[in-house]
Structures are given as C-alpha cells and as structure tokens.
C-alpha cells in the first residue's frame, strides 16, 4: 500500500505565504513526478506543479512567480512554497505521485487533499 500525507494548509491573508508538505509511504519501488494540483468550489481540479525525479518543474500560469516546488527525492516528499497568495488561490490541494510500487505497476496515488483559504 502507498500513502501520501499532505499537511501545511490553512488560513491566510491576501500577500502571505503557505507551505505544503507531502510524503509518500509505503512499498515504494521508484517515483517519476510529484505534483500539486488543486479544486477550487464548482471548478475542475487543475495541475499547480510538477516536478520531475530530476528536478524538471513545469508550473500553471496563474502561480509563475509565485509557487516554487521542490523534492527531497531520499526522503520521497515534495514541498510547495507558495508566496504572494491571493483569493483565488482559495482551493484544495492535492499531493499527486506518479510511482511503481515494489514488484508492481507504475501507476499514480492522490494523497487525501489540504484546505488552504487566502482572505481579502
């Protein structure tokens, strides 16, 4: 079995800053990306970062500048700084892995989501 623990969300205001943390556990063989997604109330779930096993990051437009992922690949977690937060940014994030398990498939694995609501 694989778990991804996301923690770091909560409650800020307009121009401040959050930290998430997500780690994965569990009978891993090797991880390909990590990334941060997150679904905002009547929206569809949209991809916020990625970042590849060798550190290749690709960002959504609306957090360039902003987010900065990062990876600790020995201690399978991925971390997502995020600055200058805004309103909008109001969502639930969700941890994503793209990893095979020992003596399985590659597949992907969600972690269980954190709030993180930016006032005006």
């Known amino acids: 079995q694989v778990q991804l623990v996301e923690s770091g969300g909560g409650l800020v205001q307009a121009g401040g800053s959050l930290r998430l943390y997500c780690a994965a556990s569990g009978s891993i063989f090797s991880i390909n990306a990590m990334g941060w997604h997150r679904q905002a109330p009547g929206k569809q779930r949209e991809l916020v970062a990625a970042i590849t096993s060798g550190g290749s990051t690709n960002y959504a437009d609306s957090v360039k500048g902003r987010f900065t992922i990062s990876r600790d690949n020995a201690k399978n977690t991925v971390y997502l700084q995020m600055n200058s937060l805004k309103p909008e940014d109001t969502a639930v994030y969700y941890c994503?892995?793209?990893?095979?398990?020992?003596?399985?498939?590659?597949?992907?694995?969600w972690g269980q989501g954190t709030q993180v609501t930016v006032s005006s």
């Open positions: 994503n892995a793209d990893l095979r398990i020992v003596g399985g498939w590659r597949n992907s694995y």
